[in-house]
């Protein structure tokens, strides 16, 4: 994938009025090579999730312009559903229906949004959830996984609607090393097997492995950007040094 931002701002306003627009991108650039793995990390505050929740179409900019392979994000509702249509976001929470088994989790959106037959549905879903060591957990609800567990359905729900590009907000924040590790192994796969992905996380050694490009995002805009060895190693930015020594040995 190719992305280019121009000019992207992000102000929320005070819907009672008593305080000014709160600007949490401010005026935003970044062009990337034709890449399959783009990292965005940070200081929190920074506006990595507002920045992933514009290019997942789930929000719309105030100004500014985002165009992925050369095709400007549509602005307008009807557009925009469509778009959503192509693409999958994972979140920080796993966001399943606790009512629902794991099974009936991933076959919802493809009955109920994508138009597949349940068959069908069931077909699509069987050698993901084999692929994933999940087999076993299909038929328990939400509250009988653990937490790794839930993250990893949640990936597979966003992955069998057979997306053109994945986005990731955070996806090992709430976990405990050991179920991190299982999120972030599944990741690591989806990389492997060709995946497009963008990925917000403060995991900076994985981020190492899986990055094709990273950008660091502060105060609303790009302080730096570069093909992920570069940055990692190669960077003397003292603000981002500072940022990945502390993450780095955390």
């Known amino acids: 994938m190719n992305l280019a931002i121009n000019g992207l701002v ?13 600007t949490v991108l401010d005026g935003l650039n970044l062009t990337t090579g034709d890449i399959q793995a783009l990292v965005l990390v940070g200081p929190s505050g920074g506006g990595k999730s507002t920045l992933l929740r514009i290019l997942a179409g789930l929000d719309v900019s105030t100004s500014g312009t985002v165009a992925f392979d050369g095709v400007p994000l549509p602005r ?9 249509r192509t693409v999958a976001t994972v979140f920080q929470a796993y966001n399943l229906f606790p009512h ?60 069998v609607v057979q997306p053109s590009r994945l986005f990731l907000d955070e996806p090992t924040s709430a976990l405990d090393p050991e179920m991190t590790g299982e999120v972030l192994e599944m990741i690591g796969e989806l990389k492997a097997l060709g995946t497009q992905f963008v990925l917000v996380t403060h995991e900076m050694g994985f981020a190492r492995k899986v990055a094709d490009e990273i950008a660091f995002i502060v105060d609303g805009s790009v302080g730096a950007h570069a093909p992920a060895a570069d940055f990692l190693d190669r960077c003397t930015d003292p603000r981002i040094r500072l940022f990945l020594d502390r993450t780095l040995h955390a």
């Open 76 to 84: 307008d509702e009807k557009a925009l559903q469509g778009y959503r």
């Open 10 to 22: 992000q102000r929320f306003t005070d819907p009672d009025g008593r305080r000014p627009p709160a």
């Open 100 to 159: 629902l088994t794991a099974m009936q989790n991933l076959l919802l959106p493809l009955v109920h949004v994508h138009g597949l037959t349940e068959p069908e549905a069931l077909e699509r879903v069987r050698e993901p959830l084999e692929r994933f060591g999940l087999t076993a957990h299909a038929y328990k609800r939400p509250a009988e996984l653990s937490g790794g567990q839930k993250q990893r359905i949640a990936i597979l729900r966003a992955l």
